[in-house]
């Protein structure tokens, strides 16, 4: 007879009823992510949002991918940031577009292949093969570089896709040429990106890529480093 047989019945009940409600509290508490990088979603400006929403310090990127430097911290600062912040919880990470010419904009229609949880992954595919396609860029012809100005933005975006072989990269990532196309069309994203565009120049005052905002102030830092000691300076006030 095991010592629960032996307890009297209405302590039985009692215990019962305890791990009852044990059980019932411990299904309605929701499961915390193994890494809160994979908590991802979009803000009223259609701006893609990475990690815990209830962290203590926000973080919100401004950055172009035909920007240099944007592609530099993409490759030295994503990683980092990455384990180091956004998984632990400690900042919400915002991406957001400054889109500064039609390369650009084809390039961030692109990113939005595969919905919210992919973008991502795209943005940094794009960003780690940025030299690839920036030469192509730069050895366009004048015909294609007039193309570029002609016609819908989404029939803009798919010549210089296929002139940058930026469409090519998202096809190696299995992405098919319709789902791109549509992608390309989509007046939908057209919007959200001008529109981000339009708040960056206007409400944020930003001049230049990358611009990160810190808890909503203007961190005036454009590389990793500078910008991670500006993170544990908001964790250590927060």
Known sequence: ?????????????????????AVTLIAATPA????????????SIGAHVVGNPAAKVRLVEYFSYTCHVCADFAKL????LKTQYIDRGLVLFE???LVRDPVDMTAALLARCG??????????AIFAAFDTWMAKVKAVTDAQATSWYEGSTGQRARRIATDTGLGALMRARGYTQAQLDAALDSEVAQAELTGMT?????????????TFFVNGRNAEVTAWPALKSKL?????AA
């Open 1 to 21: 007879m095991s010592a629960f047989d032996e307890m009297p019945l209405d302590r039985r009940t009692a215990v019962l009823a305890l791990s009852g409600a």
């Open 95 to 97: 991406y957001r577009n």
């Open 198 to 210: 339009n708040i960056a120049r206007g409400a944020d005052r930003v001049t230049a890529t990358p």
């Open 115 to 124: 919905g919210p949880t992919a973008f991502a992954r795209n943005h940094q």
């Open 232 to 236: 544990d300076q908001a964790l250590k």
């Open 32 to 43: 915390k992510p193994a890494l809160w990088s994979s908590t991802v979603s979009t803000s």
């Open 77 to 80: 600062g994503s990683a980092p």
